[in-house]
């Protein structure tokens, strides 16, 4: 088998070692992987450094033609990378075939607001002592920056920290998940078809342990990471000097109120607490139910769960595959025999085999158990039954989490009342919490990170506002 080339400053290279990618379903080899050197990591940093103005100074065009050009390759390339991400991440072809397609729809929005990214004027006479004057507001990359990507969305959330950084004239390092590398080098095999200058862009497929000293590096003052909650905030105490945004985790919660429509609720819920077999940060982990309609809700809910079609994720029909290794299934499992052990009730579901969980269905859960108050990252849902909207959302807003919750209701003003009063970063009125759209501000609070995803809100986040005075104008 072919080993995999890196991508350093922008052109092919080999270290001195390999690594190997297998498919969690089949044990099958899925690619191996130069893994970069101590040199060759010191190289692409002091080129991401060396290229920093002139990056910033691209002319527009330029960055959104190279832009236009991913998501057109991407595109053309479709079958071939969705394919790539099955064997390296073990989710559906369904699902992965749905991950490109979200890539090209990233980089092709940021084609579009690269070409839309300007300054503003203001005039400041307001005051007579500044009669005269006017100010061009504009703003600057920050600098280069570091990408640090888990293995759940090894393309399109790899997209949404190359795409900003390009768009903005960032110099950028990947650091892909050591599991799930291979979708990312071929990411940086088609930005090395575009004209971006030498060291504008590398991915480093190093180990975890060798990532702290990127972090540290002072040569790249932002990091971009997405991963978990203790890693990402130890990032943020190593480096407190540095720009850092973490999107992090969550234990998202589905509200089902009494004027929902219980058939579209739980079609929903049951497909998207076990997409990408519950490996996403956003999707359903706990069910809020009105009293009133929890019996014929819960029905609904387990005849939907038990026609979902779990599989081999290169079947055409299978809508839940396995985890990305054997070990992330014994801790999902391990979360369920605890919680049950506690007194929780399997409803559906609960059994394992090798890195694949059957969809799982709990109530009952006390809690404090980790399948309640932790992020699960497996296809495991908590269904919970509340008198009232008022404990409904004091249930959703009592984890210590704050990403996205779904509201299935009918009411236009039971949709403001919750995105007043829901403590998250979005509210998904009459949908599931796993909802996103890849242009929108995506990102949450409380221990859920800080800073936002989504096209232009990354740019404003890679970016500083700066003010230039023009003086002695008559205006």
């Known amino acids: 088998m072919d080993v995999r080339t890196f991508w350093l400053a922008g052109r092919p290279a080999k270290g001195d070692t390999e690594l190997t990618v297998t498919n969690s379903h089949d044990g099958r080899v899925v690619g191996t992987y130069s893994v970069p050197t101590e040199a060759q990591v010191e190289e692409a940093i002091a080129a991401a450094a060396a290229v920093q103005k002139e990056a910033a100074a691209l002319p527009v065009h330029v960055r959104a033609e190279a832009l236009a050009h991913v998501a057109k390759r991407l595109a053309e390339r479709a079958e071939e990378i969705a394919q790539l991400i099955t064997g390296e991440n073990g989710k559906p072809i369904f699902w992965a075939r749905g991950e490109v397609n979200r890539a090209i729809s990233t980089f092709r929005f940021a084609a579009e607001e690269a070409r839309r990214w300007s300054g503003g004027v203001q005039r400041l006479d307001t005051e007579p002592a500044a ?40 110099p950028v390092i990947v650091k892909p998940a050591p599991a799930t590398p291979l979708s990312s080098l071929v990411l940086g095999e088609i930005l090395a078809e575009t004209d971006l200058p030498a060291g504008m862009f590398s991915v480093l497929p190093i180990e975890n342990e060798r990532a702290a000293a990127l972090v540290q590096d002072p040569r790249l003052p932002v990091v971009s990471f997405t991963g978990s909650g203790p890693v990402g905030y130890a990032i943020m105490d190593q480096v407190p000097r540095k720009h850092v945004t973490l999107e992090l985790g969550g234990n998202a919660a589905a509200v089902v109120l009494a004027d929902a429509d219980l058939d579209w609720a739980a079609s929903r819920v049951a497909l998207f607490s076990n997409y990408q077999a519950g490996q996403s940060c956003i999707a359903v982990q706990r069910v809020i139910v009105e009293e009133s309609v929890r019996e014929a809700f819960e029905e609904k809910l387990l005849t939907a769960v038990s026609g979902l079609v779990t599989g081999d994720p290169l079947d055409e029909k299978t809508q839940v595959g396995p985890l990305v290794s054997v070990a992330a299934a014994e801790r999902v499992s391990a979360w369920v025999d605890e919680a049950v052990a506690s007194g929780a009730r399997v409803l559906a579901g609960g059994t394992r085999d090798g890195a694949t969980i059957t969809p799982t269905v709990l109530t009952d859960v006390p809690e404090d158990s980790k399948v309640s108050c932790e992020e699960v990252f497996g296809p495991v849902m908590i269904i919970k039954s509340v008198a009232s909207v008022d404990e409904a959302f004091d249930a959703v807003n009592s984890s210590k989490y704050g990403l996205q919750a779904g509201v299935f209701t009918r009411s236009l003003d039971m949709a403001f009342r919750a995105n007043r009063e829901l403590e998250v970063g979005g509210v998904i009125i009459g949908d599931v919490p796993s909802y996103r759209a890849d242009q929108m501000p995506y990102g949450g609070v409380k221990e859920s990170g800080v800073g936002r995803e989504g096209v232009h809100s990354a740019m404003e986040d890679l970016t500083y506002e700066k003010v230039m005075v023009l003086t002695g104008l008559s205006l």
């Open 131 to 170: 009669t005269g004057r006017l100010g061009y507001v504009t703003r600057q990359p920050r600098g280069p920056v570091l990408a640090i990507t888990p293995f759940n969305f090894p393309l399109n959330l790899v997209a949404h920290k190359v795409a900003p950084a390009i768009a903005v004239g960032a």
